[in-house]
């Protein structure tokens, strides 16, 4: 195993009707003055915006506003929350909403401690952030885990480029998470949230070198328990224990608890779907659904170890003396038949889009562009492997 540092600095509230105590928890941090930030209906809908802001009136605090976030969230919006939060003197960030919102809230949170300069200068890699104000966060989604996590991802509107930044400074001082909150949720949102969990556990299963034997028990533990309730979801919506499962899991997959000891994971298929985001607007559960057999087909015989333990202790593969080959590839095809369990695609047709090859090519180049030229661990991928891998995906 490698060395590491494990930073997860998030206070969790969780359970029923926490909601009611997120003015307490603004104040606790150091917050006076609130952008609650949200998305497009769903928050209003549900009457939870009015319940956010009762809770911050009850501790008179101060708050404007913001929503319309759109998935997949948008630098406009940025640049708009950026000059609200200027104008009102914001000092704290509150999302109430999912990965979308807490992202475009983290990455307000950073243009805010260095207001002179551009925040997509971060995005485009140009410099590294001096400073970020706080975060925290009403979650609605169990997803994308930013609600934990060092990372922030957001799409130029204007250049098609969805591009993340990481930084343990913007992972958020508290998150509240009530799982009824996210039984609103329409199925195919519910299963793409599945699905990204269970990935951000498997970029960091699927690598070279060091592994530590508890970190991969977590890792399969909380894979297979993720399956399980995304199942029952797909028959039951309103199920609060499967909910609260799916929440949980969606932290602790994206906090780094399931890459300790590793050489820091694999993040390929994270990389393939962002391109798929930028250009075709995809939900990023469903994306990776629909690049991961691809990439795993492609990248098996390279990382033999890790595939044939995953076929055998996530997907109830037997060892019959098959072989290595035969078993990995059966742990794939499990996936595969997992996914349409769920509902979710298994290729690029089935996520309802087909790329030509020229838009191929495009995302390949800007795949590189962002990762600088290589990405992977499980097999580092360069250029023309980025290529085969959304051919064989359509
Ligand atoms: O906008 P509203 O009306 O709220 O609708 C949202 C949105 O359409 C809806 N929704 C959320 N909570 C709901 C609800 N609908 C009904 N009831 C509720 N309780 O769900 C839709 C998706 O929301 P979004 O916030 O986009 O979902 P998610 O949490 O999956 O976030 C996805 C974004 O996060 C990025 C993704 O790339 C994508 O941009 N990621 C962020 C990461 C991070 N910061 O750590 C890591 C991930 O790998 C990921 O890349
Ligand atoms: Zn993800």
Redesign the pocket.
Known sequence: MFGFTYYTPTKVVFGRETEKEVGRLIREYGGSRVLVH??????LK?G?IDRVKQALDAEGLFHVELGG?????HLGKVYEGIELAKENKIDILLAV???????SS?AIAYALAEPEKDVWELFKKKRKAAGCFPVGSVL??S????ET?????I?NEKTGE?R?YNDNIARPRFAIMNPE??????DY?TE??CT?IM??TMERYFTQGGNMELTDEIAEGLLRTVMKYAEILHKDPKDYEARAEIMWAGSLA?NDLTGCGNDGGDFAS?ML??EL?GMFDV???AGLAAVWPSWARYVYKDCMPRFVRFAEKVMGVANEGQGDDAIALEGIRRMEEFYHRIGMPVNMRELGINPTDDQIIAMADSAMDASGGKKGSAKVLHREDVINIYRMAL
């Open positions: 949200y998305g497009g209906a769903s928050a549900s939870l976030v759109v998935p997949n969230p909403g999912g990965g979308s919102v807490i992202d983290k609605t989604i997803a994308a885990g930013s996590s060092n990372s922030c991802v799409t969805k993340s909150l996210t039984m609103t949720l329409p949102q793409s949230g990204d990935m951000h994206h994270h779907e962002h985001g939900t990023h559960g």
